[in-house]
């Protein structure tokens, strides 16, 4: 009998590997208790609990049952604005929800209510602020970016206390500018802060910069800062100090710094891809013009687990480009395959956990990468019927620990599970 279904198995192989990948979706909507369809938000926390944020409060799901959370008429910790456009989990398990009315809560999970986490410094300062962004550090140390310059730097564990919260503004010389482009914190705990009139850091480091630098990434002991138009900067931690990087290249703009393997970055730029040998201090340009795409401009680098560059243009597809052979394609679904919406999709991609690459680029639909046969391929989830294309309209994505996807669209939320062909 062992040797029968060894048979079967090197029968089914061929079959196998011509199929497409294996994937189950499960759709959840308000008939399975979410309290309403358009979902922002979809995170998991540390003890393996679905949160998902609606338009219409906040849900639990135990991955079986949903439980809601939403304001409570005369209750004293209760939410503003039902609608909820953000959340991530602090460091002790509780959930940050930015609300609709530019609110800022924490989600106490075991009280199970919802804290103004600014109520009671706006009641010492007579000052409503109107809350930008919240940018969580994972270290138990969170950003509330307000309007007019105004930001604040909360411990969460003590954000109920008047000491928990510190204010951070212009008008007190700490912040450089009134727009925040990010707030980054490096290996050493220190706290840097980029805004559109220079860099600040909270922590031990003496470090004042007036240049406006919109990214920060580290890596082997260096922090690197790039600056929306043509600038680069490397601070060593050991030695700190800051040198400007020349880039050797004629650019007008940065769209994105990320660290990629063997100590290279990669700076999408309006005039292609840049890579950057750290160690080396060498530069090469990567023209991510082919025959079908004519933008020189990158707007988002993504390297998958074999090493090769996923790039995203302005214009209509995806790059594929080998950084050691340098071969370079050009994928897309062809315009008459495309299902339209009345919104369009958010460009994504991700890797599932077997390898395969999943996508959608501009003007295209959810799709994922044959390397067999090097092209973009529709998803089918009964793979006989060509009714069966899955497409969906995509507004926000997650990957959980497990490695399951969450598309959040037009209506309700699905979970995509990814299964290897031989344990079905």
Known sequence: MKHFALYLVSLWMPLLLVAQPICQITEFTVEDGLLQDIVSGVIQDRKGFIWMSTRNGLNKFDGYTFKNYKSVSHQEHSLSN????????????DIWCQTYDSRAYIFDTRSELFFDVLAPVEQEIQRKNNVQRIIPLGEGIAWIVCDKGYCYRVDEKRYKEKEGITLYSTFGDVLKGGQVFTVFQDSEKDEWILTDKGVSVVGRKNLESDFPFEFIREHNGKIYLASGSE?????????????????PYKISRINGLEVLEEDMLALATDQGVILFDSQRDTFRMIDIRTEGQFSKEATLVYQDRIGELWIFSTERGVIRFNPETGEKQHLYTPEEEVVKYDQANRPLIFEDKLNTIWLIHIKGNFCYYDRESKKLKAYYTDINDLRSLFAPLVRYHYQDRQGNCWLAGARGVKKCLFIHPLTI
């Open 82 to 93: 039902n609608r909820i456009t953000f959340i991530s989990e602090t460091i002790y398990g």
């Open 231 to 247: 600038k680069l900067a490397c601070y060593n931690l050991q030695t700190e100090s800051v040198r400007s990087i020349e880039i």
